[in-house]
């Protein structure tokens, strides 16, 4: 493995972790549609890894004009949740990967972070706790129509298999963190429904005033009323890592 592809490349911080584990790399290109993270990826790979040969290529990642099966190696971190067609992204990745190289595909399933403060919501009655998650489905929805999929991580094997990719194995993380209780902070879900453009998605989700205030009389709940029968809380953020084999 002498070649990788970074599609997303951002700062670099993902491929440079990549180069660490694929000691054989010579050459990474970084491919980003932002001018400033080609420059920025530039930068670092020259300050961290001036061994590899590295090039920044500013295109977007659905039709990046590289040469087909030109790469070892071809990745990507947390891209294709920003895509609303993430299909053709991982068809593109398949095309310049070379045969008997890989796709690395590495996303999450940010939903299941918000099972731990449902936990919390220890003093609501079963219709209310049902309301609460009724409203982040239909956000959720909502985002995935517009923006892209959350939770994209459950659905690597099958955009990779898709995509003509063999063997496809995945991986999830285990990270996990402990918070004593008392300092379990909300501050980013009460930030976020305070912006203006969090509650027009909101609402153009079809969630209602009412219900916006009802999901914030919730958290603050959740923030002033901790679980008695809880000490600590668990922090347990997925992420899942999918490979695919090209032949």
Known sequence: MTSLCDFGVGEGHWSLGLANAFRTLKEVTGVDREPEWCQRSTKKYAE??????????EADAHA??????????????TLLMHS???????????????????????EPVNHLGWVQTLE??????????????????????SIKTHRGDQDIGLRLPTLLSRAGLKNVRAWSNDRVTIEPVGEFSLEFMEHEL????????????????????????????VRDEKPPELDYVLSAPITIICVGSVF
């Open 120 to 141: 919390l919501t220890h003093y609501a009655s079963p219709s209310e706790r049902a309301l609460f998650c009724s409203i982040w489905l239909r956000f959720l929805a």
């Open 194 to 221: 305070s912006r203006g453009k969090t509650r027009a998605e909101l609402i153009g989700a079809g969630i209602s005033e009412d219900e916006l205030g009802f999901v914030g009389a919730i958290i603050s709940r």
């Open 84 to 106: 609303l067609s993430p299909d053709v992204i991982v068809a593109e990745m398949r095309r310049v990967a070379k045969p008997g190289g890989i796709v690395i595909c590495v």
């Open 48 to 57: 961290l890894a001036p061994h590899v040969l590295y090039r920044a290529v």
């Open 64 to 77: 990046t004009s590289l040469p087909s099966a030109s790469f070892d190696v071809v990745t990507a971190q």
